[in-house]
């Protein structure tokens, strides 16, 4: 049973069957991370691009680790500095790298839709990583990944999404995703940080974190993106941790076991505490692990899609 | 199902073939100190399981048993329209310095234990790798001299209703019969 799909775009519309496939294929490549030798061939001959129009570390280099670990060949592409700088066109400059005979791009671009825009230019396989303020599915399908191992399961459990769900392409991944799962998702955070209609995705929205930590069992804690002029929203940091930040005495109150993770990288004592972020509730390492796992499982199922 | 040619082997036969392939193992390792049971998936694993039964009956020992899916080692994945389904490898013990007795179903082109032989030495550092195979059919054109037995035939049949968890096992054309090999790679 391969992928309905020959990029992946984003996880709204994607079925459950794509989603579990890749979560199953994602285990045989999390053991290989385990291995003396944490590479196999699968991927020999293949090239991939990734084409980074926006920063990125974690996710630029969970990629490219997967690649490497499946033997492809590898080339970088960074906006500053490119051609990009001389104005062209991202037609132009894709193009330009596939004639190079590339057999898979990653991309990240600033602009939502603009790996949608791509396949319509280019033959090889595209995956997103990050399309302005839409969707980041590795991202999602990792969060995923996560949680099931962590819990067992994705059917029928509570997750809250905490933070600025209007500016976030991973919270917008992980509700379609989890949603196609079969799992209760929930939103939480200030009213300037959730957009009016988030409901219509079939969201629960809270106001306030008290009120959704006696049901959840796994919080997605977002990063408050200080770079992005997050600071608008509300009036101060301080303000923001005093409300909405995930700290110990919080969770012991709500007298669960919940599960954290977050997509990193994380603001010490602004969304989460620092003693929090390091517990044993924390899964947010093994988020990184399992990144490269889940990576390498859509690289492989893609590769033969041409 | 297609129709069968001829039956090369019944549960008798098979139960027998099983405890030889078991007592050359030992025979040939001195006893079962050193060695490790790898069975290549799918069916290679019942047999895998299988033998290291045996071989535990009669040595009163405790095998380590492990599964290798070479599914990524293939070297016809490029070609293919779909990706096939990971099975996964499941070897949670050390490798160095053992005898690994790796086993197969059904030995005809070599390129599975190739695959196999790959992955193996990207595992671990092996002493030894010495493959067993239910049958051997006797056509390795696949570089590796890997070898057992020969001997000229045309059908053959797996017979695993005494093997756990088959349902599926059907007939297959083949050059040689019942001959189950012990070979050193």
Same mark, same amino acid.
């Given at each position: 049973?391969?992928?309905?799909?020959?990029?992946?775009?984003? +996880?709204?519309?994607?079925?459950?069957?794509?989603?579990?496939?890749?979560?199953?294929?994602?285990?045989?490549?999390?053991?290989?991370?385990?291995?003396?030798?944490?590479?196999?061939?699968?991927?020999?001959?293949?090239?991939?691009?990734?084409?980074?129009?926006? =920063?990125?570390?974690?996710?630029?280099?969970?990629?490219?680790?997967?690649?490497?670990?499946?033997?492809?060949?590898?080339?970088?592409?960074?906006?500053?500095?490119?051609?990009?700088?001389?104005?062209?066109?991202?037609?132009?400059? #894709? !193009?330009?790298?596939?004639?190079m005979k590339v057999d898979m791009v990653v991309m990240r671009h600033s602009a939502a839709g603009a790996p949608h825009y791509l396949v319509r230019v280019i033959e090889a396989n595209v995956i997103n990583a990050g399309d302005g303020g839409h969707e980041h599915p590795t991202q999602a399908l990792l969060d995923m990944y996560t949680i099931r191992e962590r819990l067992g399961r994705l059917e029928g459990l509570h997750v809250c999404i905490v933070g600025d769900i209007a500016h976030s392409r991973v919270a917008r991944s992980n509700i379609y995703g989890l949603k196609t799962m079969g799992a209760r998702v929930s939103v939480c955070g200030p009213s300037t940080m959730i957009p009016r209609d988030i409901a219509e995705l079939g969201v629960d929205?809270?106001?306030?974190?008290?009120?959704?930590?006696?049901?959840?069992? #796994?919080? =997605?804690?977002?990063?408050?993106?200080?770079? !992005?002029?997050?600071? !608008? +929203?509300f009036p101060t940091l301080r303000e923001y941790h005093n409300f909405y930040g995930v700290t110990r005495q919080r969770l012991e109150?709500?007298?669960?076991?919940?599960?954290? +993770?977050?997509?990193?990288?994380?603001?010490?004592?602004?969304?989460?505490? #620092?003693?929090?972020?390091d517990s044993e509730h924390s899964v947010i390492l093994q988020q990184v692990l399992n990144g490269v796992a889940v990576r390498m499982a859509v690289l492989y199922l893609l590769s033969s899609r041409n | 199902m297609r129709k069968l040619k001829a039956q090369i082997i019944d549960e008798?036969?098979?139960?027998?073939?099983?405890?030889?392939?078991?007592?050359?193992?030992?025979?040939?390792?001195?006893?079962?100190?050193?060695?490790?049971?790898?069975?290549?998936?799918?069916?290679?694993?019942?047999?895998?399981?299988?033998?290291?039964?045996?071989?535990?009956?009669?040595?009163?020992?405790?095998?380590?048993?492990?599964?290798l899916?070479?599914?990524?080692?293939?070297?016809?994945?490029?070609?293919?329209?779909?990706?096939?389904?990971?099975?996964?490898?499941?070897?949670?013990?050390?490798?160095?310095?053992?005898? $690994?007795?790796?086993?197969?179903? $059904?030995?005809?082109?070599?390129?599975?234990?190739?695959?196999?032989?790959?992955?193996?030495?990207?595992?671990?550092?092996?002493?030894?790798?010495?493959?067993a195979v239910l049958v051997d059919r006797g056509h390795t054109p696949h570089p590796g001299g890997l070898r057992g037995e020969k001997r000229p035939h045309e059908f053959e049949r797996i017979d695993q209703s005494s093997c756990q968890g088959s349902g599926r096992r059907g007939c297959r054309p083949a050059h040689a019969p019942g001959t189950a090999g012990l070979a050193d790679s």
């Open positions: 049973m391969p992928l309905k799909t020959k990029h992946l775009l984003g +996880l709204d519309g994607m079925g459950r069957e794509d989603i579990q496939l890749i979560l199953d294929t994602a285990v045989s490549f999390r053991e290989v991370l385990e291995r003396p030798i944490k590479k196999v061939p699968p991927l020999q001959g293949k090239t991939v691009a990734n084409m980074f129009f926006e =920063n990125s570390t974690r996710t630029r280099l969970s990629f490219e680790l997967a690649e490497r670990r499946l033997s492809a060949d590898v080339l970088g592409f960074q906006a500053t500095g490119s051609s990009v700088s001389k104005g062209e066109t991202l037609k132009d400059t #894709a !193009r330009n790298i596939e004639a929205v809270y106001h306030h974190i008290d009120d959704v930590l006696p049901t959840v069992d #796994a919080l =997605n804690v977002l990063r408050i993106q200080m770079e !992005r002029d997050a600071g !608008r +929203l109150k709500a007298g669960r076991a919940i599960t954290i +993770l977050h997509p990193g990288p994380i603001n010490r004592d602004v969304e989460i505490s #620092a003693d929090v972020a | 008798a036969g098979f139960e027998r073939t099983i405890t030889r392939l078991a007592h050359e193992i030992l025979e040939k390792n001195k006893g079962a100190e050193s060695i490790v049971i790898v069975g290549i998936r799918t069916r290679g694993e019942f047999i895998a399981r299988r033998i290291a039964r045996k071989i535990e009956e009669v040595e009163g020992v405790t095998l380590k048993i492990g599964s899916d070479i599914t990524l080692y293939r070297d016809d994945l490029l070609g293919k329209l779909e990706q096939p389904q990971l099975k996964g490898t499941d070897i949670i013990f050390d490798l160095n310095d053992k005898n $690994v007795i790796l086993i197969d179903d $059904v030995l005809y082109t070599g390129r599975t234990i190739r695959a196999a032989l790959d992955e193996l030495i990207d595992l671990g550092r092996p002493k030894t790798i010495q493959l």
